[in-house]
């Protein structure tokens, strides 16, 4: 880059420059078309410009824009409504983005025993891999030193265990402990799950210390594992659930759903959002909503998670060299690399098909949730191309 950008540094960002998308397409400023299989990083549910979300936008956008929270609010009723139909929460709390949402849940779990006469009670604990956002909070709470260097002293209340350490968790639980915060499948971490078991038995915990269970399905969550949250696949249920990306299909919107009990020492006055739930973002969420909830939407997604997961499998065994393992669940797809990471996204990017980084040399694939099988099999072709240019490259 010859001239200097006018901004923050803090992304490498690829020389890219797209204009418009039309389902699982992004289209370069040239007119090149990328298959966009990061949608966005987990957040594009729907792909670009589908016609159903754009219309709810455009039509919201000749109403009302913005109110702020000082009055009633149809859009976050109804909104909240469905998803309190579809899940365990009772109460739910509109935010802007993820890490908003994470705040939020942190907040309510303070909130809950301090109402209960335990202030103390303040301290979450998290797993190694774990990404909960880049606020203050919330980089503490997701314990990477890299993200946590240089910007003062670590938020305090946050102990960090080692991922599915069952021994770790039962001796980091102390008189001041308020919850348990984990990812059911981690996303920045490398795609790594939960097993069933281990959930049941955090669950079973939680029980048993009067802990609350905080989940961040923030890019998990709204269908993108073949659920329309992955903690299903465990049959437990938290008590505090934060949800972003997804739920907006490319409009900023997070989500904080709680049990009535946990919500119960949010009273007036406690929390708040400028324009968190306003009503263009509440006319997105509902609109994402009538697709996922939509009969054999699911369904559809794991279908074509099979057709995905059945073609990497194969590339698997014809590239012992290049991939080692696959993991991940639904169309939340981790490749875990034998070649750096970097350098197979790169080969990808010149097959014109987009993914995205993850921790421990894990290839991420985030395609969106309406893609067709036929779409997914185009992807296989390039990811074998990349595989096979890969090899080749290596001798
Ligand atoms: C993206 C993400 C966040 C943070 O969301 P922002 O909207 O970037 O603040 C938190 N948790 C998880 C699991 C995420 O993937």
């Not at 992304?11 to 298959?35: K, N, S």
């Not at 097993?195 to 269908?223: N, P, Y």
């Not at 904080?256 to 119960?264: F, G, I, N, P, Q």
């Not at 794991?302 to 590239?319: E, F, P, T």
């Amino acid at each position: 880059m010859a001239e200097a950008s006018p901004l923050y540094e803090t992304y490498a960002r690829a020389p890219l420059r797209f204009e418009r998308g039309d389902g699982v397409w992004l289209i370069t400023e040239d007119g090149e078309r990328y298959l966009d299989f990061a949608a966005g990083v987990a957040v594009n549910s729907l792909g670009h410009g589908h016609p159903h979300l754009v219309e709810a936008l455009k039509a919201q956008a000749d109403k009302l824009w913005h109110m702020s929270n000082l009055y009633q609010a149809p859009g976050q009723e109804k909104l909240a409504k469905r998803l309190i139909d579809n899940t365990f929460a009772d109460r739910v709390f509109f935010t802007n983005s993820g890490a908003e949402a994470l705040e939020c849940a942190i907040k309510t779990a303070r909130r809950y025993h301090y109402a209960k006469g335990h202030p103390d009670k303040y301290h979450i604990i998290t797993f190694e891999g774990a990404f909960h956002g880049r606020t203050i909070a919330t980089i503490a709470a997701g314990g990477q030193q890299k993200y946590i260097d240089g910007f003062g002293p670590k938020a305090p209340g946050f102990d960090q265990i080692p991922f599915e350490d069952m021994d770790a968790l039962k001796a980091a639980i102390t008189d001041q402990t308020a919850g348990i915060l984990l990812e059911p499948v981690q996303g920045e971490g490398g795609l790594r799950s939960f097993s069933t078991e281990f959930l049941r038995a955090v669950r079973t915990l939680c029980d048993e210390k009067g802990l609350l269970l905080l989940l961040d399905e923030v890019q998990c969550g709204i269908g993108r594992t073949g659920k329309l949250f992955a903690h299903e696949r465990a049959g437990i249920t938290p008590d505090i659930m934060a949800i972003a990306k997804g739920i907006g299909g490319g409009f900023p919107l997070g989500a904080c759903l709680a049990t009535e009990e946990a919500a119960s020492g949010m009273v007036a006055g406690t929390h708040g959002s400028t324009y968190g739930g306003n009503p263009l973002a509440m006319a997105c969420g509902n609109a994402v909503l009538d697709v996922v909830l939509s009969e054999g939407f699911l369904q559809h997604v794991n279908d074509i998670a099979l057709v995905l997961r059945q073609g990497l499998a194969s590339l698997k065994d014809r590239y012992p060299d290049v991939i080692e393992d696959i993991r991940g669940e639904g169309l939340m797809i981790g490749i875990k690399m034998k070649v750096p990471a970097a350098d197979f996204i790169q080969a990808l990017r010149a097959e014109r098909m987009l993914s995205v980084m993850a921790g421990d040399n894990v290839v991420r694939l985030l395609p969106p949730l309406t893609t067709t099988a036929e779409e997914a099999r185009l992807g296989l072709q390039k990811l074998e191309q990349a595989a096979e240019q890969l090899k080749a490259a290596r001798g």
